[in-house]
């Protein structure tokens, strides 16, 4: 019923930039917070960035003035502006939405993206 495709994942050099996006589809009502994630093999997923709905963000410490999130409620789509890449930045990242309603429906679950590859060479 709710799907989330994320795109812009790829390889980049050190100092570069690439830019995430995940769009929700699906009968969503609304979603309260829209978050990105990322894990590296052998390790948990930790979360990389958060927006709710009325554009509060989050950020985890390591990349705070580097990367960027924005949403569009309107299309279900999140972004995710990643510069200054650095090797540690080097994982799977995933899309994730937080609180999601279904049309029709008052209970809220979580959704997540298949993930999308960012590696980063030095």
């Known amino acids: 019923q709710v799907r989330l495709v994320e795109s812009g994942g790829g390889s980049v050099r050190a100092g570069g930039s690439l830019r995430l996006s995940c769009a929700a589809s699906g009968s969503i009502a609304s979603i309260n917070a829209m978050n990105w994630y990322r894990q590296v093999p052998g390790k948990q997923r930790e979360l990389v960035a958060a927006?709710?709905?009325?554009?509060?963000?989050n950020y985890a410490d390591s990349v705070k003035g580097r990367f960027t999130i924005s949403r569009d409620n309107a299309k279900n789509t999140v972004y995710l502006q990643m510069n200054s890449l650095k090797p540690e930045d080097t994982a799977v990242y995933y899309c994730?939405?937080?609180?999601?309603?279904?049309?029709?429906?008052?209970?809220?679950?979580?959704?997540w993206g298949q993930g999308t590859q960012v590696t980063v060479s030095s």
């Open positions: 994730n939405a937080g609180g999601l309603r279904l049309l029709g429906t008052t209970r809220r679950g979580d959704y």
């Open positions: 927006i709710t709905s009325g554009g509060s963000t």
